[in-house]
Structures are given as C-alpha cells and as structure tokens.
C-alpha cells in the first residue's frame, strides 16, 4: 500500500484485514509503484490496495493506475482505494475511466473488508457473487457549468477585508527556538472530541467509562517513560501583500521570499493575501511563522508497538501524540497571539479556542486557503525547523510526522475560508 505520512489508516486496515483472514504484505509509505508491484508478484496478491491522505497522493495514483495498464496487469490485479484525499465518484467514475480492471473507493477499513470479500467471492467464482454497483457523481457535468455562469465573470479583484486594522508590534524580528516545552503547558489545549471519536473511534457512551481513564494511562506512561520532546521554532517577519501574493521582507525591507495564494472566485473573493497591508500602502505587516513537533521518540515507540502486533495501544498511542502535535500548535498560536497584544480577545474556554473564536488564524499549508504543499520549502528556509530535529523531505512533508507547520495571521477578519476548487 501506499501512504504519506499519514499512515495510521493504512496500518488500521492493515489490522482489520488481518484479523479477518486476509495476508496484507503492508509496503510502509511512500512506495514507488515499481515496489509495489514488486511486492504483489513476489506475495502473488489478489488485491492491490492504496492510501493517500494528502492531495498529491490523488495523481499518484492515477499514475500508478496508468502504468498497471501498461504493464497489462489490469486484468491480474483489483485496486481498493482509500483515504483522505480522495472522493469515490473520483475513484468509481474518473479514475474507473482509466483504468482497464477493477478499481473501488473505501470509505474506511470495514467498507475495505466488503470489497475485499465481494472480490475474492468472485474470483473464486462463487454463484451470484458481485462487486457493488460503481456510485457516479451526483452533481452532473451540466449542473456545474451553469453554476459556475452565475458567478461575476469580471468580480471586483481584492475581497473587501479592512485594511485599517492595526498592526501588532512583534517582541522580536526573526526566528527562535523553543526546546524542552512540558507536556502539562500543552495537554490542557488537546481536543478531546477528536482523540475520542477521530482518532480512538470511541462512541459518545464509552468516552467516561474507557476513554478517560486511558488518556490518563497514556499521558502518565508519556511522562514517566519521557517520550515526548516538544519543540517549536517560529519567528516573525515584516510583510506587504500585493495582489494574491504575501511577500516576506528582511529588516531592510527587501524581498525574501514570496508566497502565492488562490483567490476565491465566488463568495467574498477572499485571498490570504488580502489580510496583509499592501505594498501600496507604504506600510509594513507583520506574519507569524511556526513548525511545532513532539519528536521522534514517539515515533519509534508506536512503531515498536505495531511491530510486536499491540494493535490497541499503537492506535491509541499514536492517536494521542498526533493530537499533542496538534496541542502543541494551538497552544504555540496563543503564546503568538499573547506576544502580539491580540490574546486579550481570547475566548476564556477551551471549547471557544477549538473553535477558534480568537483574533486572528493559523493556516497549515495543504489546507484550502493555502493549499500549495511546495510553499512548505519557504517556511522550512525561513525558520530552519532542523535546529529542533525536523526535516521536510523531497514530498514536502515533515519528518518526525507529529509536526506541523503553520503561517500565523492576525488580523481580526481571518478566519478559514476555501479557496480552491473541488476534486
Ligand atoms: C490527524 C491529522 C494530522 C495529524 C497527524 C498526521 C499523521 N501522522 O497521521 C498532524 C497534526 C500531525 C497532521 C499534520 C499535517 N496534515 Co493532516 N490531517 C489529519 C486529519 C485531521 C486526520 C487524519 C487521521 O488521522 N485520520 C484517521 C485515520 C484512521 O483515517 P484515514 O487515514 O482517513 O484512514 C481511514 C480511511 O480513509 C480508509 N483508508 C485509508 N486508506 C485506505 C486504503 C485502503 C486500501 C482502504 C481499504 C481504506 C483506506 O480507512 C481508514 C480507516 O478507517 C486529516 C483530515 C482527515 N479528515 O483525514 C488531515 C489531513 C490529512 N492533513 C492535511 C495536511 C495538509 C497536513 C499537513 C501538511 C499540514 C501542515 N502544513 O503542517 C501536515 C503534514 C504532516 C507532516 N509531518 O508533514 C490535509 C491533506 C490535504 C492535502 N493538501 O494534501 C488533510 C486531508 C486535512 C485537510 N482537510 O486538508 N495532520
């Protein structure tokens, strides 16, 4: 199988698969299509499947689709796809187009366990035995033209968001590193709700009874067996925007580095671009730039923990530290806001922090204001996130993969908007 960094679903249906009576050869991530093929003649696989969370995964595998048909292994082999990233009317309709043997979308590893068991009846040439019908796209071809007519062809270009808010004054020009940072600063801020129900699949009904008391287990066992090394660089920069783009200035005021943006062509037209004074206003901004990580310690614990087959402690585990990653990158944004004098509009709860009832937004790069993975590179040169252990790789994801990166904006109107068409 394939993945990206994010590789807990295919390792979940790896276990799923498994412990139905299905032999899964798991590849790890980010194989090339030559060792996956590889791997399927050597284990004389009945079914390939594919995982990708993050977009670029999607042409990937339509790539790795074209080049089983080149190699006339279409008909041999079945293809299960799955993951974030995809649709199923882009897997059941546009990539079925495409591809010359049988190809379906999972939703999640139980959909994958009746596909894999619809396939394997029909190769054995059970009697009425029947993949499922292929779901076309509900919106047809024609109903999209005409929405996108009613759009203004010629709209007016910037969206209207204040350019008379103030500018903070940052505590410092540059970059810093945080080491060393206590899981008790950041373990209040992690979202229970999506550790419980996203991450450990819990139903509202367990959550006291069993998710509790485990999340104080873990958190415990993190603590005593220091498992953890939170880490943060980030810094500030000054800034102008001019048309879609975010230019970063150095202290003389001369370009650094330039970022691009998507403009939203309905709605309120609305670009990051436009939440930054512009070039023309003879004024300078300020952004703030962040990569947040909780190591690799754990990494190398949750892998030991699915090598030995503890499959509930390496989910639950591995939900957790990615979700302390995500702790620690809001409770590193309020720290920002805190030092830019906007944290006096903090919402006093956790639940308001959530759901970001703060001034200001942290977007992550591959989200839909920003969705550009490559711009990644410029953040990476900018705040240097190896002087706390991370790298970006050739993919443009950071390694240990519980880190996060993000661009931090102040202004009172931003908030996350999506600016890019769908799949
Ligand atoms: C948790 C999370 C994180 C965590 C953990 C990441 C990790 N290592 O797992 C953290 C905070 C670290 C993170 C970081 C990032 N993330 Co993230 N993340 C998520 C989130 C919210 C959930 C992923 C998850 O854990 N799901 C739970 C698992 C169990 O589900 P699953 O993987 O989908 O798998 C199930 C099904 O899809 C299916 N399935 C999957 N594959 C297959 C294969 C087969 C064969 C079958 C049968 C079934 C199947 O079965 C599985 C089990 O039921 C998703 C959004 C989402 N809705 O998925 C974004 C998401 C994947 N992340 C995204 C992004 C952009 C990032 C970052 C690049 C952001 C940034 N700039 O820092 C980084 C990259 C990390 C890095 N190291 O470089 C984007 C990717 C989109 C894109 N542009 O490509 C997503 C889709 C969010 C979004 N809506 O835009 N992320």
Redesign the pocket.
């Known amino acids: 199988?394939r993945?990206?960094?994010?590789?807990?679903?295919?390792n979940?249906?790896d276990i799923?698969l498994t412990n139905n009576g299905y032999n899964v050869v798991n590849l790890g991530i980010k194989q090339p299509v030559s060792a996956i093929l590889d791997a399927a003649e050597e284990h004389k696989a009945d079914v390939i499947?594919?995982?990708?969370?993050?977009?670029?995964?999607t042409v990937i595998m339509k790539e790795n689709l074209e080049e089983l048909n080149q190699r006339d292994l279409a008909a041999k082999y079945p293809v299960?796809?799955?993951?974030?990233?995809?649709t199923r009317a882009y897997v059941e309709q546009d990539l079925h187009e495409i591809y010359q043997g049988e190809v379906r979308y999972?939703?999640?590893?139980?959909?994958?366990?009746r596909?894999?068991d619809a396939l394997m009846a029909v190769k054995r040439g059970i009697p009425g035995a029947a993949l499922p019908e292929l779901k076309q796209r509900r919106v047809k071809a024609a109903a999209a033209v005409r929405n996108t007519e009613q759009l203004p062809a010629e709209g007016p270009r910037r969206s209207d968001v204040a350019t008379d808010n103030p500018v903070p004054t940052p505590p410092f020009l540059g970059t810093r590193v945080v080491k060393g940072i206590p899981l008790k600063e950041y373990a209040s801020w992690l979202d229970e709700g999506?550790l419980f129900k996203?991450?450990w699949g819990l139903k509202r009904d367990m959550i006291d009874s069993v998710g509790r008391p485990r999340l104080r287990l873990w958190l415990n066992r993190l603590r005593t067996e220091n498992l953890l090394e939170a880490a943060v660089v980030y810094g500030y920069f000054p800034c102008v925007s001019k048309d879609d783009d975010l230019i970063v200035l150095d202290e003389q005021g001369n370009e650094r580095t330039r970022f691009t943006f998507p403009r939203q062509d309905r709605d309120r037209r609305l670009c990051l671009a436009d939440f930054f004074r512009s070039e023309e206003s003879g004024q300078v901004d300020v952004v703030g730039l962040q990569v947040v990580t909780v190591g690799s310690r754990i990494g190398e614990a949750t892998a030991g923990l699915f090598g030995t087959d503890a499959y509930r402690d390496y989910l639950e585990l591995?939900?957790l530290s990615?979700?302390l990653?995500?702790a620690l990158?809001e409770y590193w944004h309020a720290r920002v806001r805190a030092e830019l004098g906007i944290g006096v509009h903090d919402p006093a709860g956790l639940d308001g922090m959530l759901r970001t009832q703060y001034q200001g937004c942290r977007y992550?790069?591959?989200?839909?204001a920003c969705?550009d993975?490559e711009d990644?590179g410029k953040i990476a040169d900018l705040l240097r996130p190896e002087r706390i252990g991370v790298e970006?790789?050739e993919e443009?994801?950071?390694?240990?993969?519980?880190?996060?990166?993000?661009i931090v904006v102040h202004h009172p109107e931003a908030s996350y908007f999506n600016a890019g068409g769908r799949p």
Do not use: N, W
């Open positions: 199988m993945g990206d960094v994010h590789d807990i679903g295919k979940l249906v799923i499947g594919m995982s990708g969370l993050l977009v670029k995964s299960i796809l799955g993951g974030a990233a995809l999972a939703r999640d590893a139980f959909e994958g366990l596909l894999m999506a996203g991450q591995h939900g990615v979700q990653a995500e990158a992550s790069l591959g989200y839909p969705p993975l990644r970006l790789s443009f994801q950071l390694h240990p993969e519980q880190s996060t990166d993000a």
